[in-house]
């Protein structure tokens, strides 16, 4: 039985077959949407080019399977897993980064993770998926001013380019998966996970 100091899920914190397999259908769904969207972001920074550092608000799609598969399955790892394995699947599909992507997913998939964590893996409402958006915004950005723009300005770029994607985050992975979960509930396609049994909550 979980004690007040365990890191414990609101349901069964083992995976089960389903929950792999339901991770790996999000994660290979959006690795397509993923490579989509590399060429959408190449067609639109130009537009951005006003202010560079608003291309952060580009970021939100990519952060989805991080906050998405947590929400549905709620298991410790879903955030990593699943948004790591999307980007990988973007690469085998083709991308201008590279190997590179795997290390972003990586990290995006860390940032969203820390938000389920610090609620201890039993807070799944609003917040936790704004939070969860915002950090893995953070962490995408972060690691792309340390790669790839380590000699901009901190003020004139860096930091406002990591605010930019941190709402992004927020709002387009955040409230965007859980509006994608509200949709799901009466179709009935949740109901064997947590997700679909704590509706209350959703």
């Known amino acids: 039985m979980p004690t007040a100091d365990s890191p414990a899920l609101a349901a069964d ?20 949407v993923f490579w989509a969207w590399n060429f959408a972001w190449a067609g639109l920074e130009p537009a951005l080019a006003f202010l560079l550092p608003l291309k952060g608000v580009l970021y939100g799609v990519w952060l989805i399977p991080a906050v998405l598969a947590p929400l549905i399955v709620r298991r410790i790892g879903a955030a990593l897993f699943t948004e790591f394995l999307a980007a990988t699947f973007s690469l ?11 290390y972003q997913g990586l990290f995006q998939g860390a940032g969203g993770e820390l938000a389920f964590a610090a609620g201890r893996y039993r807070r799944f409402g609003t917040p936790t998926a704004l939070a969860a958006g915002a950090l893995a915004g953070f962490a995408a950005t972060l ?10 300005e901190l003020w004139a770029f860096q930091v406002p380019y990591i605010a930019f994607a941190m709402l992004s985050g927020a709002v387009v992975a955040g409230l965007g998966s859980k509006a994608l979960v509200r949709a799901m509930l009466p179709t009935g396609v949740l ?12």
Not at 93 to 98: D, M
Not at 191 to 202: H, N, Q, S, Y
């Open 13 to 32: 914190p083992r995976w089960r077959t389903l929950d792999i397999v339901t991770c790996a259908v999000l994660a290979v769904a959006f690795g397509v």
């Open 191 to 202: 109901d064997r996970f947590p997700a679909g049994r704590d509706r209350a909550r959703v």
């Open 143 to 152: 690691y792309d001013v340390i790669v790839y723009y380590p000699s901009y």
């Open 92 to 102: 085998l599909l083709g991308s201008a980064w590279g190997i590179l992507i795997m």
